[in-house]
């Protein structure tokens, strides 16, 4: 047991007016304050391109085989941060940075239409929303890049995954304490998947 297990943190590059993204800023913030004792950090950025994203995430699962993965997204006019339970599999017609879509529209052609994350959400975000932190529980992520790359997530690490949507506005939005408020949730989730109990 003393041996060190991996998490993989991502977030998306460079997005419409956001050069720098603020969800890959905050994967680097994480990977700097670290998650605790015998836990490596992964950070990759992602770029917001379907293509690049299933690509990079069937890699991530296949090659690092991470006890968890954390995808962080921008939630556009957003104060608050977004806990993601579900990934859908279908109905991506917005296209990317590169001017594409997928064709099918989907993420993995025949696959089941929603995903959920083992972990429970709506506990985590409980949690953290009675000790007064702006932390709110979502089923539905957008169906764009941020969707898209957790459904992927959550279909190859059998729902080990996570999507958390950061604010662009509003005090969390700076870096020094989003980042201590991601690595508390992600901590947090962490828990709960070595003692499922604490979904109560």
């Not at 917001?48 to 006019?77: C, D, M, N």
């Not at 993420?107 to 929303?129: I, P, T, W, Y």
């Not at 729902?159 to 870096?175: D, M, N, T, Y």
Request: with cysteine; glycine share 8%; hydrophobic share 40%.
């Amino acid at each position: 047991m003393n041996e060190s297990e991996t998490v993989v943190v991502t977030g998306f590059g460079p997005f419409r007016q956001f050069l720098v993204n603020p969800s890959w800023t905050a994967a680097q913030g994480l990977k700097l304050v670290g998650l605790g004792e015998r836990i490596d950090v992964y950070t990759k950025e992602v770029a917001v391109s379907y293509f690049k994203t299933q690509q990079i995430i069937a890699e991530i699962w296949q090659t690092l085989k991470p006890k968890f993965a954390v995808h962080l997204g921008i939630a556009r006019g957003s104060r608050v941060v977004i806990l993601e339970q579900t990934g859908k599999n279908s109905g991506y017609k917005d296209r990317d940075m590169c001017g594409f879509c997928p064709e099918s529209h989907c993420c993995v052609e025949g696959a089941q239409e929603k995903l959920d994350s083992v972990v429970n959400m709506r506990a985590v975000a409980k949690h953290f929303k009675q000790a007064g932190m702006d932390v709110i529980y979502s089923r539905d992520a957008g169906r764009y890049l941020c969707d898209f790359a957790y459904y992927c997530s959550l279909y190859h690490g059998q729902g080990r995954a996570a999507l958390i949507h950061v604010p662009s506005s509003g005090s969390l939005a700076s870096a020094d304490r989003l980042v201590l408020l991601l690595q508390s949730i992600i901590q947090s989730m962490l828990g709960q998947l070595e003692d499922p109990s604490q979904t109560t």
